[in-house]
C-alpha cells in the first residue's frame, strides 16, 4: 500500500482538520455510541453509504484515498480530530477509506444522530458545514477522491466527463494519456484500446471503458441516496439558479423534495466566469461558486439530487403527477417546478458536430480557458453569457474576437458588462458578423466569418470557438400537458387567457397563480417561462417565490 504523504492537508494549522475542543466534544457526546477500535480495523471504504461520523477520543484514524496501486495516504485524526466531509451533508457515497491507525476508543455517530444534532445545535451546525466543504475543497485542489480519469485533450468525450465530474463538485485525478509517461503503463494494465478512450476508475476497483455520465454518476453513486419509489412532495426539474433556489426554500420549510437534473448542478450560470451585478457580491462571484453554495443549502436541509437523468415525459392524466426519466423509472410526485432552463441554439455550418469538444464549445470555463492559453479565439454572442465568456477568456487568450450578428449588443446586456467588452484591448468587437464556415483535420484549425454589411467573407486561423447564441427552451417532453407560447417556452399566470385554459382543459375554478402552468400544481420558473428575465437575481426569485404557491397547491390536493 503506497502511503505518500497529502503534505498540504497534514499541515497542523488546516484549517480544514480541527479538533475538538473538551466543550464541544461535551455536546457531541450524547449523539454517539462509544466504539473500542483495533488497529488496521477497517471502518469504511470508498463506496460506502450511510457512513458514520467518528470522532477520536483516544488512539487515532487514517484517511485512505483510493489510488495506483493501493491507497494513498490523505490525513491522520488525532485526539479531538473527526471524520467525514461533504458526501455526509449530500449522502453519496464514501470517496475514501477510513482505518484505524492506532487502537483506541472513538465516538460512533449515525448518520441520523448527525443530521440530528448538527439540526438542534447551531454552532456545531455550522462548524461541521464549513469544515466538510473546505475537506471537499482540500479533496477537490489535491485531485484526491475515488476517480482517476485517464483521457486525452483530442478526445470529446474527456472534456465531457472533466466538465461533468468539475461541475458536480466530485474530486478526481486527471491522467492525461498525451503527456503523462505512465500511461501506456497503465493502459496496458487495464488492457485498454484506443477507441475505448477515456477510462474512469472508480474507487480503486470499477473500469469504465468511454462512459456517459449516467454510468459514471452510477459508479460514483452519485445518485444512491434517492429513493425511486416515493411519492414526493415536489420534484423541480433543473438544478440552474432558480431550481435550486426552489430546493432550498422547499426543503427548509419541510417539504420531501427532489431535483432532477440533466447535466450538472448551475445551469448556464454555472458555467460563468464572474457575476458582478448579484446582490451581496460586490466583487463579483463565479457562477459555480453561487450554485455550488446553493447546492450545499438545499442538502443540507434535506433536499435529494438526482444527476445524469433526464425528464422525458411527465404523466399528467391524474394526480400525484409522474415524472418519466431516460433511465426508464417514473417518479411520482403532488406538485412540479419546472427549472429545466433553456440551450445554445447551434449555428446552421457544416462540420459543427466533428468539431464539438475538438476546438467548438458551449461554455466557458475553466477547463476550455486551459485550451486557450495565449491563442486566438472566436465568441459569438451578444447576451450576459458571451460577454462574460469573452472578458474571463482575454485574462488568458492573445486575442477574443466577439462576432455579433445585429448592430448592437443585447439590450439584456449589463452597462458593466458592455464597458468592460469595449474597453479590454484583447476583445475585438464584430457587429452584424456571423460564422459561416469552420474546418480543420482533427481539430478546429480555420474560422470563416462574414461581415452582412458587406458580404465580405474572410478566414481565420482560429482553433477555439464558442457558442452563446439565443437559447431554445427544453420543453419538448411537456407539449400535450402544458400550455406553450410561439417559441416554445411555458406560459403561466396571466400570459394564460380563458381560451387557453379552456383547450388545456383546467379544472379549477381558480385561475392559475402566477408562475402556474395550464396544469394545477405545476410550475415553471427561470429561462424555460414565457416571459421570463434574463438575470440570476431573478430567476432566484421566481424559484422561492414559487414555493410559496406550491403550498397553496399541495393544500388544495
Given at each position: 500500500m503506497s502511503t505518500a504523504p497529502f503534505a498540504n492537508v497534514l499541515d497542523p494549522g488546516n484549517l480544514a482538520f480541527p479538533r475538538l475542543t473538551p466543550e464541544q466534544l461535551e455536546r457531541v457526546r450524547p449523539y454517539g455510541k462509544l466504539r473500542h477500535v483495533t488497529a488496521g480495523e477497517v471502518l469504511f471504504d470508498a463506496g460506502d453509504s450511510g457512513i458514520p461520523v467518528f470522532v477520536v477520543l483516544s488512539g487515532s484514524m487514517n484517511i485512505l484515498q483510493p489510488a495506483l496501486p493501493g491507497y494513498q495516504l490523505l490525513v491522520t485524526h488525532r485526539e479531538g480530530g473527526f471524520s467525514g466531509e461533504y458526501t455526509m451533508i449530500s449522502g453519496q457515497h464514501a470517496m475514501v477509506r477510513g482505518e484505524v491507525a492506532e487502537a483506541g476508543e472513538f465516538l460512533e455517530?449515525?448518520?441520523?444522530?448527525?443530521?440530528?444534532?448538527?439540526?438542534?445545535?447551531?454552532?456545531?451546525?455550522?462548524?461541521?458545514?464549513?469544515?466538510?466543504?473546505?475537506?471537499?475543497?482540500?479533496?477537490?485542489?489535491?485531485?484526491?477522491?475515488?476517480?482517476?480519469?485517464?483521457?486525452?485533450?483530442?478526445?470529446?468525450?474527456?472534456?465531457?466527463?472533466?466538465?461533468?465530474?468539475?461541475?458536480?463538485?466530485?474530486?478526481?485525478?486527471?491522467?492525461?494519456?498525451?503527456?503523462?509517461?505512465?500511461?501506456?503503463?497503465?493502459?496496458?494494465?487495464?488492457?485498454?484500446?484506443?477507441?475505448?478512450?477515456?477510462?474512469?476508475?472508480?474507487?480503486?476497483?470499477?473500469?469504465?471503458?468511454?462512459?456517459?455520465?449516467?454510468?459514471?454518476?452510477?459508479?460514483?453513486?452519485?445518485?444512491?441516496?434517492?429513493?425511486?419509489?416515493?411519492?414526493?412532495?415536489?420534484?423541480?426539474?433543473?438544478?440552474?439558479?432558480?431550481?435550486?433556489?426552489?430546493?432550498?426554500?422547499?426543503?427548509?420549510?419541510?417539504?420531501?423534495?427532489?431535483?432532477?437534473?440533466?447535466?450538472?448542478?448551475?445551469?448556464?450560470?454555472?458555467?460563468?466566469?464572474?457575476?458582478?451585478?448579484?446582490?451581496?457580491?460586490?466583487?463579483?462571484?463565479?457562477?459555480?461558486?453561487?450554485?455550488?453554495?446553493?447546492?450545499?443549502?438545499?442538502?443540507?436541509?434535506?433536499?435529494?439530487?438526482?444527476?445524469?437523468?433526464?425528464?422525458?415525459?411527465?404523466?399528467?392524466?391524474?394526480?400525484?403527477?409522474?415524472?418519466q426519466l431516460d433511465q426508464g423509472a417514473a417518479l411520482s410526485t403532488r406538485a412540479i417546478v419546472l427549472a429545466a432552463g433553456a440551450q445554445y441554439n447551434r449555428l446552421p455550418i457544416a462540420n459543427l458536430e466533428k468539431f464539438e469538444g475538438l476546438g467548438i464549445y458551449y461554455g466557458a470555463t475553466k477547463i476550455e480557458s486551459q485550451f486557450c492559453s495565449n491563442e486566438n479565439i472566436i465568441v459569438v454572442g451578444g447576451g450576459n453569457s458571451a460577454g462574460q465568456a469573452a472578458v474571463f477568456l482575454s485574462e488568458s487568450a492573445n486575442k477574443v474576437y466577439m462576432l455579433v450578428r445585429s448592430s448592437e449588443l443585447s439590450s439584456t446586456m449589463s452597462r458593466y458588462l458592455i464597458r468592460r467588452i469595449e474597453e479590454n484591448p484583447k476583445i475585438e468587437l464584430h457587429y452584424q458578423t456571423e460564422v459561416v464556415g469552420a474546418d480543420g483535420s482533427d481539430h478546429l484549425e480555420r474560422v470563416t466569418w462574414k461581415d452582412k454589411k458587406t458580404g465580405e467573407t474572410s478566414t481565420h486561423d482560429v482553433r477555439h470557438l464558442f457558442i452563446m447564441t439565443g437559447a431554445s427552451p427544453r420543453t419538448e417532453w411537456l407539449r400535450g400537458c402544458l400550455a406553450l407560447d410561439d417559441k416554445g417556452f411555458v406560459k403561466t399566470g396571466y400570459d394564460l387567457d380563458r381560451l387557453t385554459l379552456r383547450e388545456m382543459a383546467w379544472p379549477l375554478s381558480r385561475p392559475p397563480q402566477i408562475l402556474e402552468t395550464s396544469l394545477p400544481g405545476v410550475f415553471a420558473v427561470g429561462d424555460i417561462r414565457s416571459g421570463n428575465v434574463k438575470r440570476v437575481a431573478s430567476a432566484v426569485g421566481e424559484g422561492s417565490i414559487a414555493i410559496h404557491l406550491v403550498h397553496r397547491a399541495l393544500a388544495e390536493f
Open positions: 455517530i449515525s448518520i441520523e444522530n448527525f443530521r440530528s444534532m448538527i439540526a438542534k445545535d447551531a454552532e456545531l451546525s455550522e462548524l461541521f458545514m464549513r469544515i466538510f466543504i473546505l475537506r471537499r475543497l482540500e479533496l477537490i485542489a489535491h485531485g484526491a477522491g475515488n476517480a482517476v480519469l485517464l483521457g486525452s485533450s483530442h478526445s470529446p468525450a474527456t472534456l465531457r466527463l472533466r466538465e461533468f465530474l468539475s461541475r458536480n463538485g466530485h474530486p478526481y485525478q486527471y491522467v492525461d494519456l498525451d503527456t503523462d509517461a505512465r500511461s501506456q503503463a497503465m493502459l496496458d494494465q487495464f488492457q485498454v484500446t484506443v477507441d475505448e478512450i477515456p477510462v474512469v476508475i472508480c474507487n480503486g476497483r470499477n473500469i469504465l471503458r468511454n462512459p456517459t455520465p449516467a454510468q459514471l454518476a452510477d459508479c460514483l453513486g452519485l445518485n444512491a441516496n434517492v429513493d425511486e419509489s416515493l411519492v414526493r412532495d415536489l420534484i423541480v426539474v433543473g438544478a440552474g439558479p432558480s431550481g435550486l433556489a426552489a430546493a432550498v426554500y422547499a426543503a427548509s420549510e419541510g417539504l420531501n423534495v427532489l431535483v432532477i437534473e440533466a447535466a450538472a448542478p448551475g445551469g448556464q450560470a454555472g458555467s460563468s466566469s464572474r457575476i458582478e451585478n448579484y446582490l451581496g457580491f460586490p466583487t463579483g462571484i463565479s457562477g459555480n461558486d453561487l450554485t455550488g453554495r446553493a447546492l450545499a443549502q438545499a442538502q443540507k436541509f434535506g433536499a435529494n439530487m438526482m444527476v445524469a437523468r433526464q425528464a422525458t415525459r411527465l404523466c399528467c392524466d391524474r394526480r400525484p403527477y409522474q415524472v
